[in-house]
């Protein structure tokens, strides 16, 4: 498989962080259970969050294909 410039992250034990939300420098992201960072809709739990094509978490307004979302300064988007 083709490196697709993805970030890895540890924990400080050095566990590689899966299937979590990660803040890096203030910007948040959402590994998937394989370890690969997500693009586009994800759902955690009860929330949706979004992530652009460069896998940071959005916040705030949000035009996907023409229907307007307001996701909350944590990113999640409350159905």
């Known amino acids: 498989m083709a490196n697709k410039g993805w ?3 540890y924990n400080a034990s ?3 962080l899966k299937g979590q939300r990660v803040n890096d420098g203030g910007v ?3 590994i998937k259970a394989d370890g ?3 693009t586009g ?3 955690d739990g009860r ?3 979004y992530l652009n094509g460069s896998a940071a978490m959005k916040t705030g307004w949000l035009n996907d294909n023409g229907t307007w979302y307001f996701l909350q300064p944590s990113g999640a988007w409350i159905r």
């Open 7 to 9: 970030v890895t992250f």
């Open 14 to 16: 050095g566990n590689q």
């Open 28 to 30: 948040w992201y959402y």
């Open 36 to 38: 690969i960072m997500s």
């Open 41 to 43: 809709w994800i759902k």
């Open 47 to 49: 929330n949706w969050y």
